[in-house]
């Protein structure tokens, strides 16, 4: 994750102004100005970390957004904990050293963002032990929040998944929309091979066995085999082998915790969870601080 892109530190600068984090009269009105702090980040549950990058970026905007602000921090963390691992309950994942003002107008949005992206890892990475020594791939969807898909896809990624489109401009996904407003399989299909860009692969949802057997006909170079159940999967991924040809399947639709290593073990290549973006639970993070000279 580059913490320095525009698009990043457009999203964080964003969370700053929103919380009006330079105009915090609490502190203001309680803190000394020259108090100097250290604050530590804490795991309060076990979890996988994400977002540990944006700590320092948090306070390097700050500082550009108040200019009496600026001045010397640190932010340390052991080397073994980095955006990807595994924490136990009780752990520090990093330690600040910054002005005492500075750190409690930014402490909600550090803790708000990470403890997302940490809720979305820790989600993802038990969707992926799940289907462990399976071969299929944990995907997750274009179900986020408005204005922080780059985030929550990064995350995704922190937990062991993979991401599909970033958008909709990144890949051609035909779904069944599509195929009923453009005037079926075979058209859309032939459409999407006369038009698309060079090294772009046409991928088409199907919802029936009907539907796979038209896909696979009209030239469909991977199928999104929607709300099928596991014996249907295994029934489909056959379908396609003697079909011919490594078509790529993917499993989606409502596909729940419990039941995911049953969809990968009936041969499918990859899984989306649309539940890791859009109904993660935060994890619990805290921020402790003490006043301290350095």
């Not at 999203?11 to 009006?20: C, F, G, N, Y």
């Not at 957004?65 to 752990?91: M, T, W």
């Not at 599909?164 to 859309?188: F, M």
Request: aromatic content about 4%; glycine content about 8%; overall charge neutral.
């Amino acid at each position: 994750m580059d913490w320095k892109s525009k698009k990043i530190e457009a999203i964080l600068e964003q969370a700053l102004v929103e919380d009006k984090a330079t105009s915090d009269i609490t502190t203001a009105i309680t803190v000394d100005p020259n108090l100097l702090a250290s604050a530590t980040i804490l795991a309060k549950q076990d979890c996988v970390i994400a977002g540990l990058g944006c700590v320092p970026r948090f306070l390097d905007i700050y500082s550009r957004l108040d200019k009496k602000a600026s001045g010397r921090f640190e932010v340390i963390s052991h080397p073994e904990i980095f955006d990807g691992v595994r924490v136990r309950r009780g752990q520090a994942l990093a330690v600040v050293r910054h002005n005492a003002r500075v750190i409690l107008s930014c402490e909600r949005v550090i803790l708000n963002l990470m403890q997302r992206m940490s809720g979305i890892a820790t989600l993802t990475r038990r969707y992926v032990d799940a289907i462990e020594g399976t071969g299929a791939k944990i995907l997750d969807t274009r179900k986020t929040i408005p204005g922080l898909r780059v985030l929550d896809k990064y995350s995704v990624r922190c937990g062991g998944g993979e991401n599909h489109r970033l958008d909709l401009s990144d890949g051609i996904l035909i779904k069944n929309n599509h195929i009923s407003l453009g005037g079926g399989i075979e058209k859309v299909l032939a459409r999407a091979h006369e038009l698309r860009r060079e090294g772009q692969v046409i991928d088409i949802e199907v919802r029936t066995f009907d539907e796979l057997r038209a896909a696979l006909d009209n030239g469909a170079e991977s199928l999104l085999l929607d709300n099928f159940t596991p014996a249907e999967i295994k029934k489909a991924v056959k379908i396609v082998r003697e079909h011919g040809g490594d078509i790529p399947t993917e499993a989606s639709g409502g596909i729940v915790l419990d039941d995911v290593r049953k969809y990968a073990l009936a041969g499918v290549d990859y899984i989306s969870v649309g539940a890791q973006t859009h109904s993660a639970p935060a994890v619990d993070l805290s921020m402790k601080i003490t006043a301290e000279i350095y």
